[in-house]
Each structure stands twice: as C-alpha cells, then as structure tokens.
C-alpha cells in the first residue's frame, strides 16, 4: 500500500494547519489554488457547497467546476472535490445533475486532464484568476487557453464556446515546433490552422463536443 500525506501551509493558525514543508509532503490549498505552475504537485480541497449537506443550500455551477479543474490541473494541482450527502448516506439531485455533467465532460475531454504534466506555462488570456487559500474561481472565458502535456503532445483547453478562428500566442514559430496537426477532442476530422508569427489560428468547428469548454490535441512535427 502507498500513501500521500497532504498538509495545508496555514502559518498563521495553529500547528495542524502550519507544518507544510517541501520535500515531505503535499501542499494542500483549500478552496483556492496556486497563481501559477508550482515546482512540487499540489492539491485544493475544495467543495460542491458547503462542506456538509444543508437543505437550499446553493452548489457551484458546473462551468465554475470544470473552470477550477483545468486551471488546477494546468499549474501541477489536483482536485480534490467534496459532494456533501444527506444523514443517510444520498446525493440530493442537484449534486447527481453536476457530477453527471463533470462526467460528460471528461468522457470527451479526459484525454487532456488524466495522466497530464504542466507545459512550460499553464495558459495566456485575460482573465486573471487569484491565487491563495479561499480563492473564489473566475470565470474563464473562450479568450482563455490553459495547456497540459503528454509526451510531445500538447493539449490547450479553451475555457468557454469559441467560435469562428482562435489564436493561441503561445504557439507561434518563434518558441514552438512546427505543428504536423490539431485535433478537438471529440471531433473526428482534423482542424484546419495556420501557424504564424505571432501565433497559431485555428479554425473551429461549427458544431462543438461539449459545453464550457473544449480541448485542442496539438501533436508537434518532430525532425530529429
């Protein structure tokens, strides 16, 4: 059996939330991230709601929770997600709708999240998302890319519902290999693009494979 010890680093409250130190465990974040790639994995711990259950109580929609996840998991975190259950042990309905609708999403898009590493920046776009403990996710948008890695693969998250062409700057002929092909995870056929200067263009399908966001498969052309 293994084990994975994870502390959180809260040096201003008592020793149980203060003994985090690298190299001997994993920082836990809770309910909140790291503002960019962390040197060692992470973690959040995070909840649905509160983290037990109430009756009305109000739970994240599931945009906002596939938001965290490709965030976190782009800076070397995981996701560690409570779904808090009645006293005898049942998810209400609207916590069975947003764990089917996560799951929808990573059947399409898993490829992209599971088994990834960072790439050489977590992501470009505007929308600035605060790190730290306790800090509320923004809300990405199709102007936001956040990218992990598979062996040569890139996989480039496009955090909303692009439509038309899409320019991911990080891609361009100065600091990127050239592009044998891009691929949108659950689409069939082959996306056109064009790699440029000051970027990569990618002309989007007219009809997208999931909702909130969607993942680009970027397999570079290796000359050795």
Not at 28 to 54: A, L, Y
Not at 88 to 106: A, F
Not at 152 to 160: E, Q, S
Not at 187 to 207: C, I, N, R, W, Y
Request: charged fraction near 25%; include cysteine; charge should be neutral.
């Amino acid at each position: 059996m293994e084990a994975v010890l994870a502390i959180k680093n809260f040096p201003f409250l008592d020793v149980y939330h203060g003994d985090f130190r690298f190299g001997t465990c994993v920082e836990d974040v809770e309910r909140g991230r790291m503002e960019g790639i962390n040197r060692e994995p992470w973690q959040t711990d995070n909840s649905i709601g509160d983290w037990s259950w109430k009756k009305g109580q109000k739970y994240i929609s599931l945009k906002i929770f596939v938001d965290q996840l490709i965030d976190i998991v782009s800076k070397n975190g995981n996701l560690l997600m409570n779904i808090p259950l009645r006293a005898d042990g049942s998810l209400d309905q609207e916590s069975v709708e947003l764990l089917k609708g996560m799951g929808q999403w990573l059947k399409v898009n898993g490829e992209g999240i599971y088994g990834t590493r960072p790439y050489t920046i977590f992501g470009e776009g505007p929308t600035m998302v605060k790190g730290g403990q306790y800090a509320a996710m923004t809300e990405l948008t199709a102007n936001d890319f956040r990218f992990t890695t598979k062996g040569d693969t890139v996989f480039a998250f496009i955090c909303g519902q692009p439509k038309g062409e899409v320019k991911i700057r990080q891609f361009n002929l100065l600091n990127y290999h050239t592009i044998q092909s891009i691929n949108m995870l659950g689409v069939k056929d082959a996306l056109k693009f064009s790699q440029e200067k000051d970027g990569t263009v990618v002309q989007m399908p007219e009809s997208l494979p999931s909702k909130n966001a969607v993942c680009l498969k970027i397999v570079p052309k290796i000359d050795f």
